[in-house]
């Protein structure tokens, strides 16, 4: 196993769509709806926003839309800035079934990625979600 890590990590340094999948199955270290790894998984970035410095109305409007299941708001969210911390709001998929999960990542190197929400969706705000966001490109893990 240590082998087949080392291999991945070596990966993930040159292809950041692999970094970015190996970063969310540590996070949430196995699948929300199936309960196992994420063999056969798919991931999508849905959207992005900037951590600001201070106070936010935005800010809780993208938690807000996520909890909410306000995926036409939650779609409006695309900025990101490499200079800042940030927030990302991924889709996972699972034999048709979706999970949300946001991550906050940071400019600072030394400060690793972090698990900040996650939710499994009922079928039918999966659909909806993967209406909203159709043109979503999709990463295999």
């Given at each position: 196993?240590?082998?087949?890590?080392?291999?991945?990590?070596?990966?993930?340094?040159?292809?950041?769509?692999?970094?970015?999948?190996?970063?969310?199955?540590?996070?949430?270290?196995?699948?929300?709806?199936?309960?196992?790894?994420?063999?056969?998984?798919?991931?999508?970035?849905?959207?992005?926003?900037?951590?600001?410095?201070?106070?936010?109305?935005?800010?809780?409007?993208?938690?807000?839309?996520?909890?909410?299941?306000?995926?036409?708001?939650?779609?409006?969210?695309?900025?990101?800035?490499?200079?800042?911390?940030?927030?990302?709001?991924?889709?996972?998929?699972?034999?048709?079934?979706?999970?949300?999960?946001?991550v906050k990542t940071h400019f600072e190197l030394l400060q690793g990625a972090r698990l900040?929400?996650?939710?499994?969706?009922?079928a039918e705000e999966a659909l909806k979600l993967l209406e909203t966001f159709a043109g979503?490109?999709?990463?295999?893990?």
């Amino acid at each position: 196993m240590g082998i087949g890590l080392k291999t991945r990590r070596g990966e993930a340094a040159n292809d950041p769509r692999r970094a970015v999948a190996q970063v969310l199955a540590e996070l949430l270290a196995g699948c929300l709806v199936c309960r196992s790894g994420f063999s056969g998984h798919d991931y999508a970035l849905l959207a992005t926003w900037v951590v600001p410095s201070k106070g936010d109305s935005c800010l809780a409007g993208f938690f807000q839309a996520i909890k909410d299941h306000q995926w036409a708001k939650l779609h409006e969210f695309q900025t990101w800035l490499g200079s800042a911390d940030n927030l990302e709001a991924y889709a996972i998929r699972c034999s048709q079934r979706v999970t949300v999960a946001v991550v906050k990542t940071h400019f600072e190197l030394l400060q690793g990625a972090r698990l900040i929400y996650s939710e499994p969706l009922p079928a039918e705000e999966a659909l909806k979600l993967l209406e909203t966001f159709a043109g979503l490109e999709w990463h295999p893990f």
